[in-house]
């Protein structure tokens, strides 16, 4: 099974800021990475897809990188309503396997 | 618009059965790879089963091989998950969600969730 390693898995940060969250893959998964972002009690949101596909109606704020096993999900300028877990998720190869989420708090 | 909606969830003692199931609007169901997820309490997500359009394949994580099984009905738009010989570490908020057309094992829309508690 291919291993999805997040970093951090919390930070602290405030409105505005620029925020970038990283992923690696154990092995190469080419572009077949996607994000999502949860919110507390809620089912998770798809965001991007193929490292850096805006799913319809995801802000331009959000923006996805990389290639092979290192990727990224930047958000350009934090806003109140981004505070919430988010999962990369590779989709190269069955089992799907899911990083252990980045919290993103308030700081 | 597309619905998901799942239901089914409750108490159940350690060894014992839960069907959950999902009843999808506002797409053609028949056509569509469709998901379960399941999230234990404060972790993270763990994919768990697929079954492709028109029940051709069905493929299970290794932790639920062999207890749980997939299907769905297209005539009734649904999806279900038969779980059986349950077990403590079975206790979690399931998940049924979509693939996206075009993009197996992408997940573009997700249920509300039900929760599964197994405990004696």
């Known amino acids: 099974d291919i291993q999805m390693t997040q970093s951090p898995s919390s930070l602290s940060a405030s409105v505005g800021d620029r925020l970038t969250i990283t992923c690696r893959a154990s092995?190469?998964?080419?572009?077949?990475l996607n994000w999502y972002q949860q919110k507390p009690g809620k089912a998770p949101k798809f965001l991007i897809y193929?490292?850096?596909s805006l799913q319809s109606g995801v802000p331009s704020r959000f923006s996805g990188s990389g290639s092979g096993t290192d990727f990224t999900l930047t958000i350009s300028s934090l806003q109140p309503e981004d505070f919430a877990t988010y999962y990369c998720?590779?989709?190269?190869?069955?089992?799907?396997?899911f990083g252990g989420g980045t919290k993103v708090e308030i700081k | 618009e597309v619905q998901l909606v799942e239901s089914g969830g409750g108490l159940v003692q350690p060894g014992g059965s839960l069907r959950l199931s999902c009843a999808a609007s506002?797409?053609?169901?028949?056509?569509?790879?469709m998901t379960w997820v399941r999230q234990a309490p404060g972790k993270g997500l763990e994919w768990i089963s697929y079954?492709?359009?028109?029940?051709?394949?069905?493929y299970y994580a290794d932790s639920v091989k062999g207890r749980f099984t997939i299907s769905r009905d297209d005539a009734k738009n649904s999806l279900y998950l038969q779980m059986n010989s349950l077990r403590a570490e079975d206790t979690a908020v399931y998940y049924c969600?979509?693939?996206?057309?075009?993009?197996?094992?992408?997940?573009?829309?997700w249920g509300q969730g039900t929760l599964v508690t197994v405990s004696s």
């Open positions: 969600a979509r693939d996206k057309s075009g993009d197996d094992r992408t997940l573009d829309f």
């Open positions: 506002g797409f053609t169901f028949r056509s569509y790879i």
């Open positions: 079954i492709t359009s028109s029940s051709s394949a069905k």
């Open positions: 092995q190469s998964i080419r572009t077949y």
């Open positions: 193929a490292v850096s």
């Open positions: 998720q590779q989709s190269y190869s069955t089992p799907v396997t």
